[in-house]
């Protein structure tokens, strides 16, 4: 006998959703609900972005292409990354970019390929981490993760955009009155982010492919072009070089200075998470199981490694031609360079036409910087929250998530007042957390695995990590204020949440086995079933017999009729919704029912709704109060799920079924 299901609260949530079940379906209310959580089961999963899981049958893409998925946030960095550091790094800025670059490739890029190899299906390092710690420690940490990530994303989206308005403002061909009004220009840009996803954004690697493509094409113009001058007047590399020795006594110190600077380079490691998250959509072979997607891992090792190299190589080139062409003074806040200093170089070297063609296509790729991370963001909060019970169900609808985001953003816009430099160390905290933790998930594993050359290598990697974090969130701590608020807002309203959604009926699916249909129609066969609710223990015969006596005579259940025992083991509390499985067993000539759930009072009232379609009858369950504070019984039910079971029993069954006809009967005695 399998369960068609509990009408649990994801089918509520969209029967509701059109808004024509009450006649009140023509109103402007109802017809902007409708609209706003159009397709609440299913749009959100699938939604085009970097976080986006392929269907199966649509056979994914080849690696090349999905890579510039992940380069419209990784390769878009280059629009400000060789400004942000000259800023952060000033002469040295070529040296601490080496370093930066021997951390991606021997720490970030092996990390973020063991991590494809061990989370195949796009969940990315949170959820290793989610599934190393078990109970509410992981979701806490998982919460807390989510706030970072946010951090990353929703700065991606700001950023990107201020500095989409800062090349549309420095462009030759502007309109003067757009000059000074970044902060309106990227508001504007983010509003139509939200205003495109709204609408509907259907398929993002049509656009992301020639959109990358061109973009890295320009850049290898301008560099080339900068290096040909650099050759053709080799007076600028030493001008270069005796001006950095003028500041650090020698080359070792101009070295040691770039190992402490370089973490305020790390917003030029972004991408990686990313890399992981679009595995679902490569193609990989024709042998792929689900179990083992030999071919989508070995691709996705490709993915990560190519654009890591591309980017290393990019980076370097642009630090050494911006530093070397380009005055200082230009990179300050209000110059000519700032925040666009490959533009600067290509309209200096290549012409107004040229530089404008170029800034075009940088504008282009940062705004769709901002609507991969928007899509990252509408894949990533679906993907936890909800299924910890932490977040109502119109947030697997695209259209709220996506309002709740830009009102987000444009605060966040409004806080930095559109300014690259100011938020660049929010990006890079972002960024580096993301990074910890993955080499830290990475780190246990192979710790677990018992691989010591392993464990040795990846613990030292996540030491590096830690000391770039703490050092940039110590120089530029507006990126853990920006953090601290996301996760005060994530914790506060999931947990406000997971409390509101408590007493839900929280089972998708219920299940009998064999044994338990068995025992259940015999039951039935007699009447409306009897189902005394007990503790799992295994009790002896004369226990189970003084039970059900005490139970006869203290619930006055009637006759002599059959009871069936229902037992309910507590797999993980801190779990929302889950399938629930019942089986049947008879001991003592006791007939039990036997269910693991993670709560006591959600599971048998799912089981109860069941058995009552099952059997076409309301049954009946009987229970015996609970001593204690009734204040430490909810305490115990929301945080270990077991308390006072009777009266939160009834009340998931009021909530759950609004007809007291057809309601269980729940009896105390």
């Given at each position: 006998?399998?369960?068609?299901?509990?009408?649990?609260?994801?089918?509520?949530?969209?029967?509701?959703?059109?808004?024509?079940?009450?006649?009140?379906?023509?109103?402007?209310?109802?017809?902007?609900?409708?609209?706003?959580?159009?397709?609440?089961?299913?749009?959100?999963?699938?939604?085009?972005?970097?976080?986006?899981?392929?269907?199966?049958?649509?056979?994914?893409?080849?690696?090349?292409?999905?890579?510039?998925?992940?380069?419209?946030?990784?390769?878009?960095?280059?629009?400000?990354?060789?400004?942000?550091?000259?800023?952060?790094?000033?002469?040295?800025?070529?040296?601490?970019?080496?370093?930066?670059?021997?951390?991606?490739?021997?720490?970030?890029?092996?990390?973020?390929?063991?991590?494809?190899?061990?989370?195949?299906?796009?969940?990315?390092?949170?959820?290793?981490?989610?599934?190393?710690?078990?109970?509410?420690?992981?979701?806490?940490?998982?919460?807390?993760?989510?706030?970072?990530?946010?951090?990353?994303?929703?700065?991606?989206?700001?950023?990107?955009?201020?500095?989409?308005?800062?090349?549309?403002?420095?462009?030759?061909?502007?309109?003067?009155?757009?000059?000074?009004?970044?902060?309106?220009?990227?508001?504007?840009?983010?509003?139509?982010?939200?205003?495109?996803?709204?609408?509907?954004?259907?398929?993002?690697?049509?656009?992301?492919?020639?959109?990358?493509?061109?973009?890295?094409?320009?850049?290898?113009?301008?560099?080339?072009?900068?290096?040909?001058?650099?050759?053709?007047?080799?007076?600028?590399?030493?001008?270069?070089?005796?001006?950095?020795?003028?500041?650090?006594?020698?080359?070792?110190?101009?070295?040691?200075?770039?190992?402490?600077?370089?973490?305020?380079?790390?917003?030029?490691?972004?991408?990686?998470?990313t890399g992981v998250a679009v595995m679902p959509q490569i193609k990989g072979d024709p042998g792929d199981t689900y179990e083992n997607p030999a071919g989508r891992i070995r691709d996705t090792r490709k993915l990560l490694t190519t654009a890591a190299l591309i980017m290393s190589c990019l980076l370097l080139l642009s630090s050494l031609c911006t530093v070397m062409l380009i005055p200082e003074p230009a990179f300050e806040s209000g110059g000519p360079a700032n925040g666009r200093a490959l533009a600067f170089l290509a309209h200096q070297e290549l012409g107004e036409v040229f530089g404008t063609v170029y800034d075009v296509s940088t504008i282009l790729i940062l705004w769709f910087a901002g609507a991969s991370a928007l899509a990252g963001l509408l894949n990533l909060v679906p993907r936890f929250l909800p299924r910890y019970g932490m977040a109502p169900e119109w947030t697997r609808a695209v259209r709220p998530l996506v309002l709740v985001f830009m009102a987000i953003a444009v605060g966040i816009t409004l806080y930095f007042d559109a300014n690259v430099d100011k938020q660049s160390g929010a990006y890079a905290t972002g960024v580096l957390v993301l990074m910890l933790s993955a080499a830290l998930a990475v780190t246990v594993f192979a710790q677990q695995a018992g691989d010591r050359r392993a464990t040795i290598g990846f613990g030292t990697i996540t030491a590096v990590f830690l000391y770039t974090t703490v050092t940039n969130v110590i120089e530029r701590p507006d990126g853990i204020k920006i953090a601290g608020l996301f996760i005060f807002a994530?914790?506060?309203?999931?947990?406000?949440?997971?409390?509101?959604?408590?007493?839900?009926?929280?089972?998708?699916?219920?299940?009998?086995?064999?044994?338990?249909?068995?025992?259940?129609?015999?039951?039935?066969?007699?009447?409306?079933?009897?189902?005394?609710?007990?503790?799992?223990?295994?009790?002896?015969?004369?226990?189970?017999?003084?039970?059900?006596?005490?139970?006869?005579?203290?619930?006055?259940?009637?006759?002599?009729?059959?009871?069936?025992?229902?037992?309910?083991?507590?797999?993980?509390?801190?779990?929302?919704?889950?399938?629930?499985?019942?089986?049947?067993?008879?001991?003592?000539?006791?007939?039990?029912?036997?269910?693991?759930?993670?709560?006591?009072?959600?599971?048998?009232?799912?089981?109860?709704?069941?058995?009552?379609?099952e059997t076409g009858e309301i049954p009946h369950a009987y229970f015996t109060w609970t001593e204690g504070h009734p204040v430490s019984h909810l305490l115990q039910f929301l945080v270990f799920g077991q308390g006072e079971t009777a009266p939160v029993v009834r009340e998931v069954l009021r909530r759950a079924e609004p007809d007291p006809a057809r309601r269980p009967r729940i009896h105390v005695g």
């Amino acid at each position: 006998m399998s369960g068609a299901g509990t009408g649990g609260p994801r089918a509520s949530a969209s029967a509701a959703a059109p808004g024509d079940g009450d006649g009140d379906g023509g109103t402007t209310a109802a017809r902007c609900r409708a609209w706003l959580l159009q397709g609440l089961s299913e749009q959100t999963a699938h939604h085009p972005g970097p976080h986006r899981s392929e269907p199966a049958e649509a056979g994914g893409h080849r690696w090349y292409r999905v890579m510039c998925l992940t380069g419209v946030d990784y390769f878009s960095s280059l629009g400000y990354a060789p400004g942000i550091a000259v800023l952060a790094a000033g002469l040295v800025s070529p040296l601490a970019t080496l370093v930066l670059i021997a951390l991606t490739l021997f720490g970030a890029l092996p990390v973020y390929r063991r991590v494809a190899r061990r989370s195949p299906h796009g969940e990315g390092s949170i959820a290793m981490l989610e599934r190393m710690l078990s109970w509410w420690t992981g979701k806490l940490l998982v919460l807390v993760l989510l706030g970072f990530a946010a951090t990353d994303f929703i700065i991606t989206i700001t950023l990107s955009a201020a500095d989409a308005s800062a090349h549309i403002v420095e462009n030759p061909y502007a309109p003067t009155w757009l000059h000074g009004e970044n902060l309106w220009i990227t508001l504007g840009l983010i509003g139509l982010l939200g205003a495109v996803f709204l609408k509907g954004f259907r398929e993002a690697i049509g656009v992301a492919v020639p959109l990358v493509a061109v973009y890295l094409l320009l850049n290898v113009v301008v560099i080339v072009a900068s290096a040909a001058r650099i050759l053709s007047e080799p007076v600028v590399v030493g001008d270069w070089w005796h001006a950095m020795l003028a500041e650090h006594s020698s080359p070792l110190a101009a070295v040691g200075v770039a190992l402490i600077v370089f973490p305020k380079l790390a917003l030029g490691m972004s991408g990686f998470e990313t890399g992981v998250a679009v595995m679902p959509q490569i193609k990989g072979d024709p042998g792929d199981t689900y179990e083992n997607p030999a071919g989508r891992i070995r691709d996705t090792r490709k993915l990560l490694t190519t654009a890591a190299l591309i980017m290393s190589c990019l980076l370097l080139l642009s630090s050494l031609c911006t530093v070397m062409l380009i005055p200082e003074p230009a990179f300050e806040s209000g110059g000519p360079a700032n925040g666009r200093a490959l533009a600067f170089l290509a309209h200096q070297e290549l012409g107004e036409v040229f530089g404008t063609v170029y800034d075009v296509s940088t504008i282009l790729i940062l705004w769709f910087a901002g609507a991969s991370a928007l899509a990252g963001l509408l894949n990533l909060v679906p993907r936890f929250l909800p299924r910890y019970g932490m977040a109502p169900e119109w947030t697997r609808a695209v259209r709220p998530l996506v309002l709740v985001f830009m009102a987000i953003a444009v605060g966040i816009t409004l806080y930095f007042d559109a300014n690259v430099d100011k938020q660049s160390g929010a990006y890079a905290t972002g960024v580096l957390v993301l990074m910890l933790s993955a080499a830290l998930a990475v780190t246990v594993f192979a710790q677990q695995a018992g691989d010591r050359r392993a464990t040795i290598g990846f613990g030292t990697i996540t030491a590096v990590f830690l000391y770039t974090t703490v050092t940039n969130v110590i120089e530029r701590p507006d990126g853990i204020k920006i953090a601290g608020l996301f996760i005060f807002a994530i914790l506060t309203t999931s947990f406000a949440s997971r409390i509101h959604r408590a007493f839900e009926l929280r089972a998708a699916d219920v299940v009998f086995d064999s044994t338990a249909e068995r025992l259940v129609h015999e039951a039935a066969a007699k009447g409306p079933l009897l189902i005394v609710a007990s503790d799992p223990t295994e009790h002896t015969k004369a226990e189970y017999r003084a039970k059900e006596y005490r139970k006869r005579e203290e619930t006055h259940i009637p006759g002599k009729r059959p009871l069936l025992f229902l037992e309910v083991v507590i797999r993980d509390s801190s779990d929302f919704t889950e399938d629930l499985v019942v089986h049947g067993s008879e001991r003592y000539g006791v007939r039990r029912l036997r269910v693991a759930g993670p709560t006591v009072p959600n599971t048998i009232a799912a089981v109860l709704m069941r058995l009552r379609d099952e059997t076409g009858e309301i049954p009946h369950a009987y229970f015996t109060w609970t001593e204690g504070h009734p204040v430490s019984h909810l305490l115990q039910f929301l945080v270990f799920g077991q308390g006072e079971t009777a009266p939160v029993v009834r009340e998931v069954l009021r909530r759950a079924e609004p007809d007291p006809a057809r309601r269980p009967r729940i009896h105390v005695g």
